[in-house]
Each structure stands twice: as C-alpha cells, then as structure tokens.
C-alpha cells in the first residue's frame, strides 16, 4: 500500500489507511487505469474531510459561534459541489 501520511498546514501529521490495494493493477495497467484509482482514493479522502469539517461546523454552532459555523457549512457545502465533480469525473473513466 502507498504511504498516506501527508503534513497539514498546521503542522500535524495526518496519516490514513486508504482500505484497498492497488494490487489488482497489474503492472501493465494504463496511466488512466493508475489516475482514477488515485482519483478513488483522494475523493473518499475528500469525503472525509468534509465530513469531519461538517462536524467542526456544528460543533461551532453549538458554542454560540454562529458566524464561524456558517461560513464553515458553506466551505464544505462548496467543497462538496467539487467532490460531486471529481465523482462525475471518474464515471467518464470508467
């Protein structure tokens, strides 16, 4: 499996397990094939990230920071609309 572990801005590591091999490709496997299993991985990777900022965003809201909570709602609802491209992205490799 790839090394997954990657530094955010703020300094922490952030290492996931992707929960699949790439064994299945063959070393003869095109480049697309080798894109959209990248593409794969880095949208559920997407998904997570905004669903663990939705949850930052009630959170917010949950401490009277309405403000903050709604401009965060907002970035994940934006960064969900690009998710659904990547997604529709995908289905053209298939």
């Known amino acids: 499996m790839h090394d997954l572990s990657h530094e955010h ?4 590591e952030h290492g ?6 790439h064994d299945s490709v063959s070393a003869a496997a095109g480049p ?6 990248i593409m794969d991985f ?6 997570q990230h905004a669903a ?5 965003a009630e ?4 401490e009277g920071k309405a403000a903050a909570a709604g401009l965060l709602a907002e970035g994940v609802n934006d960064y969900e609309r690009g998710n659904e491209k ?3 992205a995908i289905e053209h490799l298939i």
């Open 86 to 88: 990547i997604a529709r």
């Open 59 to 62: 959170k917010l809201r949950a």
């Open 42 to 47: 880095t949208l559920e990777h997407n998904r």
């Open 52 to 56: 663990e900022m939705r949850a930052l």
């Open 9 to 12: 801005s703020n300094g922490h």
């Open 16 to 21: 996931h397990e992707h929960g699949h091999s």
């Open 32 to 37: 697309t094939d080798k894109t959209r299993l």
